[in-house]
């Protein structure tokens, strides 16, 4: 009964727009993995902004064949025109591991080489696709006014529009597709009955930076948009041909999740200091605290060329002094949009809570403590945090990772206290070496505040209990 995980590097992309790709990854991309020292990769999302991610890979130069001009093998390697993926296989059984979606991709942004002579070491630093994106400019003035647009329908007419922004990247495939996922479901209804989010309105002008106005669009809707990353597919067409997918999920603002995977999240992450049975999974290195950062007691909404519109809770003022919320000039239509925003933040942000914000899980506690039964919820930790849809899962609309999923945290802290407590994590910091791996989840928020109140839940909402039991 032993749940194993290995860890890979590929760097490559298509070598002609016919090839194959396996698991989002090009068929014809290297394989690094023997030559990695350690690696790492930091992610993050954001309510109302978009996620990010970035990676270091850290290889072994030793015999030179990466340097430049030096005979290697690899010696005329692009880094910066050869994305890089980062990817777990796990399984119950060592020699036959599964390969999961990818944790990590995206592209080189910095290259650094240490040689003393007797060996030689090359540090790859990595950012997600967005990074791409956002250096680019508008060539033409764009607006959708009078035709407002759901988040998803918006960035992706920009990106796809080339008469809008540089045409991205192909990567050698036939074509590139930015299909911005916005599959987020209403109550406990059937996967496919979505929630859509805000519509929305924006103009831009010609030369405007493109990352500077998606960031307005997302900041419109206030929901989470995870960070952007590269899928590789082949399209079975005639004839067939190689597509390079950059992806973008996104999770509408007043989606509430209510426990259990009727609402299209997965169920919770059971972290128990005990023995895990089951699917429960280990941890190490709670750390408990109060939701300070995220206190919004008064909020300012403005419409572009509408009128202030404002939200407190007076009572929260009142305990805690004014923390203000200031948006101006956002990709709504109506005043009355931005008054229903400052009302939500208002709602959802003004009272201090307690609870788990961050833990860690070693690769050797998974390998030495999970039941067999607790693989599918390994899987889930160890793949990217975004919205399932046709090419990465079968799953449309099922939110996928480690981020923003429901997890309940069970431990005694001092005195025989119970610290247990239900939360979401928003943050995350995988670390890779020769001998085990570490992930540490961070930003720990409480998930009555992160998913929204549900009547009749019995963890999430029962009118008349504690919201907190």
Request: hydrophobic share 40%; net charge negative; with cysteine.
């Amino acid at each position: 009964m032993t749940v194993y995980v290995e860890w890979d590097v590929f760097m490559g992309s298509f070598t002609s727009d016919r090839q194959p790709a396996y698991n989002g990854i090009p068929y014809q991309a290297t394989e690094f993995t023997d030559r990695t020292i350690n690696l790492s990769v930091n992610t993050s999302i954001e309510i109302g902004e978009f996620g990010r991610s970035s990676a270091t890979v850290l290889l072994d130069n030793s015999d030179g064949a990466f340097t430049p001009g030096g005979g290697g093998t690899y010696q005329d390697w692009d880094f910066l025109a050869n994305p890089v993926w980062i990817r777990a296989r796990t399984g119950t059984d060592p020699a036959s591991l599964t390969a999961q979606n990818p944790m990590f991709t995206g592209v080189v942004s910095g290259v650094q080489f240490r040689d003393d002579g007797y060996s030689a070491e090359i540090e790859l630093q990595c950012d997600d696709v967005f990074s791409i994106i956002q250096r680019s400019a508008f060539l033409a003035d764009y607006d959708n006014l009078l035709n407002p647009l759901k988040v998803h329908t918006l960035i992706s007419g920009i990106l796809n529009l080339s008469a809008n922004v540089v045409a991205l990247p192909k990567f050698n495939s036939y074509y590139t597709y930015y299909p911005a996922y916005y599959y987020t479901p209403v109550g406990d209804s059937s996967p496919f009955t979505m929630k859509a989010g805000e519509d929305l309105e924006i103009s831009v002008s010609e030369g405007e930076f493109v990352g500077d106005r998606l960031n307005d669009i997302v900041v419109g809707e206030h929901g989470i948009a995870f960070p952007m990353w590269l899928f590789a597919d082949f399209v079975f067409d005639f004839p067939p041909f190689a597509v390079m997918y950059y992806q973008q999920g996104h999770v509408a603002r007043d989606w509430l999740w209510g426990g259990t995977a009727n609402y299209n999240a997965y169920d919770e992450f059971v972290f128990t200091e005990g023995t895990p049975t089951g699917t429960e999974l280990p941890f190490s290195s709670p750390k408990v605290g109060f939701s300070i950062d995220n206190l919004i007691t008064k909020a300012d909404i403005t419409a572009p060329a509408g009128i202030l519109q404002s939200a407190e809770n007076t009572t929260a003022t009142t305990q805690y002094g004014v923390r203000t919320a200031s948006f101006s000039d956002m990709a709504l239509q109506y005043d009355e949009q931005a008054l229903e925003l400052a009302k939500h933040l208002v709602a959802r942000y003004s009272e201090v809570r307690f609870g788990v914000e961050e833990l860690s899980i070693t690769g050797g506690q998974i390998r030495n403590q999970c039941a067999d039964a607790a693989l599918t919820h390994v899987n889930w930790l160890v793949t990217a945090p975004t919205v399932g849809n046709f090419q990465i899962s079968p799953e449309n609309g099922r939110v996928l990772g480690a981020l923003f999923h429901p997890a309940y945290v069970e431990f005694t802290g001092a005195g025989g206290v119970s610290l247990s407590s239900r939360v979401a994590f928003f943050s995350l910091s995988l670390e890779v070496n020769e001998t085990d791996w570490v992930l540490r989840l961070n930003d720990g928020r409480p998930a009555i505040e992160t998913f929204g109140f549900v009547f009749g839940e019995t963890n999430y909402g029962v009118l008349g209990t504690n919201r907190l039991a």
